[in-house]
């Protein structure tokens, strides 16, 4: 039995015409996204909306991605551009592959792609709060002033703990509570991550993965999913990239080496210190993965009103170690047991 159409499929079917070609939904865990090919054109566009009942984790800065995108067409190099349809602004679709590790476990990257990579920080780098008039989601006492790289950092971790931990608590307390992550791991992180040196700020993508990095068929690298994007320390998006990529340690160096060199050049003198501070990032990110990553991995456990016990080890095991890896920035007194785990998950 064939399944109904989505709204959003629909919506799409519609944009395309008779003559269109609708393909999807990608896959995408955020959105329901689908490429158009408008009829008598070879421009691809993607229409896509937010799927419903999804848990967003990360604070968004601008009120419309299209719209920085737009403001930003000659200061990034390789974005999605913006065509304007049926009165809307659609993203082009980048024909491509991301950089997605490769099966074996391979997380390496080509040099050409590395060099890319740190040409983008150097762009971002140069793109200063005042160089951009796009609105912003966030109100203006939520905003730090300008090189408070602490102050920035302290919206963030109020995020973390505002809109995941304490929104998510009547749910899921409980489970942090099993998994000894009180409310005291806030106090505790704050001690550890505080003491950020300024740094001027600048253009953040704050979501630099494999999937939102895409290889053209020239060896052209795109960045897609401006949706986090923010303004803040530029030390920031490293610290994200280096988290989330998790290069070989040869190809991580390099990067480091990359965006000091770049980032010195376009703003001499903002790198002091960068590399203790790049630690303290690091520690950040680590930490906000535990919250997000507790719900997620809960939440991918449940089969309808019933737990998946083949899912059960897997989800115990990356769950021992994303606690290992946040035991010191949060001050754990101890990193629990398999055992303990897979009881508070059950529970």
Not at 2 to 31: F, M
Not at 45 to 74: H, M, N, T, Y
Not at 165 to 172: C, D, H, L, S, T
């Amino acid at each position: 039995m064939t399944s109904p159409l989505s709204d959003v499929r629909l919506r799409a079917d519609e944009l395309g015409g008779v003559n269109g070609v609708v393909r999807g939904p990608l896959k995408g865990y955020h959105h329901e996204t689908y490429v158009l090919t408008m009829p008598g054109e070879t421009r691809m566009v993607k229409f896509r909306e937010p799927r419903e009942e999804i848990l967003w984790f990360d604070r968004r800065c601008f009120r419309s991605e299209e719209d920085l995108l737009r403001a930003l067409q000659g200061k990034v190099s390789r974005i999605p551009p913006i065509h304007d349809v049926a009165g809307m602004a659609l993203q082009g679709f980048i024909a491509g592959r991301t950089l997605k590790a490769r099966p074996w476990g391979d997380r390496r990257v080509s040099e050409a792609v590395l060099v890319q990579i740190v040409d983008l920080f150097r762009e971002m780098a140069r793109i200063t709060p005042d160089m951009l008039d796009v609105q912003r989601r966030c109100e203006p006492e939520d905003r730090p002033e300008n090189g408070d790289c602490d102050g920035f950092l302290e919206r963030l971790i109020v995020f973390v703990e505002d809109q995941v931990y304490k929104k998510n608590y009547p749910v899921f307390g409980r489970l942090f509570e099993d998994l000894g992550i009180g409310d005291e791991v806030f106090v505790n992180l704050r001690k550890n991550v505080s003491g950020l040196k300024e740094r001027d700020f600048c253009l953040l993508h704050a979501d630099l993965h494999r999937e939102n990095l895409v290889l053209d068929p020239l060896g052209q690298l795109w960045a897609i999913d401006w949706e986090l994007a923010m303004f803040g320390d530029p030390l920031y998006d490293l610290a994200t990239n280096l988290y989330l990529m998790s290069y070989p340690e040869s190809q991580e160096s390099r990067v480091r080496a990359g965006w000091l060199r770049v980032v010195d050049r376009v703003r001499p003198g903002s790198t002091q210190d960068w590399e203790e501070d790049l630690d303290r990032l690091l520690a950040f990110k680590k930490a906000q993965s535990v919250f997000t990553d507790v719900i997620r991995l809960s939440l991918f456990l449940r089969d309808g009103p019933r737990i998946n016990w083949v899912r059960l080890p897997s989800v115990v095991g990356k769950l021992q170690a994303i606690l290992a890896a946040a035991e010191r920035p949060l001050g754990l007194s101890e990193v629990p047991s398999r055992s303990r785990i897979a009881a508070a998950l059950v529970r």
